[in-house]
């Protein structure tokens, strides 16, 4: 399974991305959680959350500025 495009987030609306970044972290978690009791199969699913999971976070942070700046764009 290739690693998600960032295109693909950035298509996303504010409450899918809120939601899938919860989603990645939770899972993120469960796989930690089977490393801790050796029952991970797929060691190469950390990667693959982990990239999604910064992508997601990149995307959510560029919004943000964005709104800042349109925001004190239109305060001048």
């Not at 989603?23 to 796989?31: G, I, P, V, Y």
């Amino acid at each position: 399974m290739p690693l998600p495009k960032i295109s693909e987030a950035r298509n996303l609306s504010d409450e899918e991305l809120t939601t899938q970044i919860a989603a990645l972290k939770k899972q993120l978690f469960q796989l930690r959680l089977q490393k801790a009791t050796r029952q991970l199969e797929k060691p190469h699913q950390f990667k693959h959350a982990r990239h999604q999971l910064a992508q997601l976070l990149t995307v959510e942070h560029e919004r943000k500025l964005a709104a800042q700046s349109s925001q004190s764009v239109a305060e001048k």
